[in-house]
């Protein structure tokens, strides 16, 4: 029988896969029509996902691929984006830069024996105010500074759910329906950590510039 790790590393490799196609289709999405129904489709999806995974592991993974490959179109403006502003090397980089924080603090979740139980609470008080932050955001312009500060705590908020759930999958029962919602949750804090360190490369890079141009 394939271990718990096994199965959460075996579809975490596929959901990579089919995210990567759905970025790539997704990179010329322009239109707001098309971004807000795939947000409903996004989160709609994830709520079936954790319901199909409770009902058939066979269900469970089509829905997950279905709502990975969604989650990949939205990401492709974002994506298509920072590749025109950073160049395709940085955004390659990037990409290894966050499995290699993923990989360390997964370790560090998964096999130093420490119960990370108490980082739940702490993290979704973090998480909430990222989202009130970028709300705020949506209508009020930041300065560059204030951006680098909230790409740096997001950056670390996502790097304790590496460790949260990397710990939770140590202690969770092996069953496809805690693999299916535990990959759902790390390729949500694999693209979640992403997004915040190309934000990060992004306004330093703003920052570089105008240090230069001063000079």
Known sequence: MLPLFGKVALLLMCCMLVGGVGTYVGRGIRTLGAF???SILFIGGAIGVFLAASAHPAIGI?????????????LGPAIAM???????????????GTGGVMAVC?????LSGINFSFLGGILFLALFGLVIFGVIGIFVRMSRQVNIVHSLIGMVVFAGYFI????RLSVSENSWEAAIRLTMSLYLDFINFLLYLLQFLAETQKSSAAMIWFS
């Open 36 to 38: 807000i129904g795939l």
């Open 82 to 96: 920072y590749v025109e502003r950073l160049g395709w090397q940085t955004v390659c980089l990037a990409y290894v």
């Open 106 to 110: 997964g370790a560090i979740g998964a």
């Open 62 to 74: 089509s829905l997950l691929m279905a709502w990975t490959f969604v989650s990949g179109l939205l």
């Open 164 to 167: 949260f759930d990397f710990w």
